[in-house]
């Protein structure tokens, strides 16, 4: 509800706690990793999508949101690299075949 409201930063206060109380679990992961990513917090981002791509490597969002991430604090060959990873993974998607060639 915290994200929907765009109140980032608060709901990743709450989804560190849920992380704690359940690691490795990818879906807590993944929303806190989105949290941090809208909240500016693209380092802690890019931490937590790497730990969600750890979890489930098979992941095109995983991939996609630390591509994404990394492009942010400008490791853009990293990004490059988890950017087409996402579209090897999703080939249908438009987004992130956009995102990837948007980095160039």
């Given at each position: 509800?915290?994200?929907?409201?765009?109140?980032?930063?608060?709901?990743?206060?709450?989804l560190?706690?849920?992380?704690?109380?359940?690691?490795?679990?990818?879906?807590?992961?993944?929303?806190?990793?989105?949290?941090?990513?809208?909240?500016?917090?693209?380092?802690?981002?890019?931490?937590?999508?790497?730990e969600?791509?750890?979890?489930?490597?098979?992941t095109?969002?995983?991939?996609?949101?630390?591509?994404?991430?990394?492009?942010?604090?400008?490791?853009?060959?990293?990004?490059?690299?988890?950017?087409?990873?996402a579209?090897?993974?999703?080939?249908?998607?438009?987004?992130y075949?956009?995102?990837?060639?948007?980095?160039?």
């Open positions: 509800a915290l994200m929907n409201q765009r109140h980032n930063a608060q709901a990743a206060v709450l560190e706690r849920a992380a704690e109380l359940e690691p490795g679990k990818g879906s807590i992961v993944e929303a806190l990793a989105r949290a941090y990513y809208n909240s500016g917090q693209h380092a802690r981002a890019a931490e937590a999508f790497s969600l791509v750890e979890i489930d490597p098979s095109a969002y995983g991939h996609f949101g630390l591509g994404q991430a990394l492009k942010q604090i400008g490791q853009r060959d990293r990004a490059r690299t988890h950017l087409r990873l579209v090897a993974l999703a080939p249908e998607s438009t987004l075949r956009h995102a990837l060639a948007r980095l160039g």
